[in-house]
């Protein structure tokens, strides 16, 4: 069972544009949300993260919209560069224990210059 | 990086051997993963521990093994290595103190199975 689903899984923008990826969760036990970015031969770091009870998050040119009521969530990334391209995870965490953070599948992020 | 060291970072072996990855971190945190990478799946949980001999199975946890005698390290072990387990493998840490906290992870090490 996947309980997040992201999509798309590529996506190529121009530099300055305004890359979306979206992601849809099942578990309505998920209460944080949060987006890792990973470079390649890197491992993923946290980027920004979301609670429920917000709808919308920034953290410089990062955003995160957050849908409770469709159980849906977005980044969104202004004035994109080509330092940005990376592939991105979004997840949801229950908190319930060791275990409680899933992951969607990723984006691969290209920021064409 | 958080206090983590995976090793190896590659290794190439042959269908059937025995393969031990490890990771050490600094950070004297509780909670300690494996993860493996492959494209179109995303990150898969392995194992996980929650403290000192305490481990756990993760969503793909057959055909490994794993151990925690100290804090710092964790053990990922493939008994005897099959082509399908040629992946990227992470390694993570979490204090999880509170509600929610990061996971931390590591470099990976790249693993083929030939």
């Known amino acids: 069972q996947q309980q997040v689903k992201q999509s798309p899984q590529s996506l190529i923008v121009q530099k300055g544009g305004i890359p979306i990826i979206n992601c849809a969760y099942e578990?309505?036990?998920?209460?944080?949300f949060p987006w890792y970015q990973q470079f390649p031969g890197k491992g993923p770091a946290l980027l920004i993260a979301i609670r429920p009870d917000v709808s919308e998050k920034k953290e410089g040119r990062f955003t995160i919209s957050f849908n409770k009521s469709a159980k849906q969530f977005s980044l969104h990334i202004m004035d994109s560069q080509p330092g940005d391209s990376a592939t991105y995870f979004c997840g949801g965490d229950s908190g319930g224990g060791a275990d409680g953070l899933t992951f969607g599948k990723g984006t691969h992020l290209i920021i064409q210059p | 990086d958080a206090g983590i060291t995976q090793s190896p970072r590659h290794k190439v072996t042959e269908t059937g051997t025995p393969v031990t990855l490890r990771c050490h971190q600094t950070e004297n945190h509780r909670y300690m993963y494996w993860y493996r990478q492959d494209p179109g799946h995303g990150l898969r949980l392995i194992h996980y521990s929650y403290g000192v001999k305490d481990t756990d199975k993760g969503e793909v946890s057959d055909g490994y093994s794993v151990s925690r005698s100290k804090t710092e390290d964790f053990l990922l072990t493939l008994e005897s290595a099959t082509s399908s387990q040629t992946s990227v493998y992470f390694c993570a840490i979490s204090s999880r103190t509170g509600n929610n906290s990061p996971l931390h992870f590591g470099n990976g090490t790249r693993l083929t199975v030939t």
């Open positions: 578990n309505t036990a998920f209460d944080y």
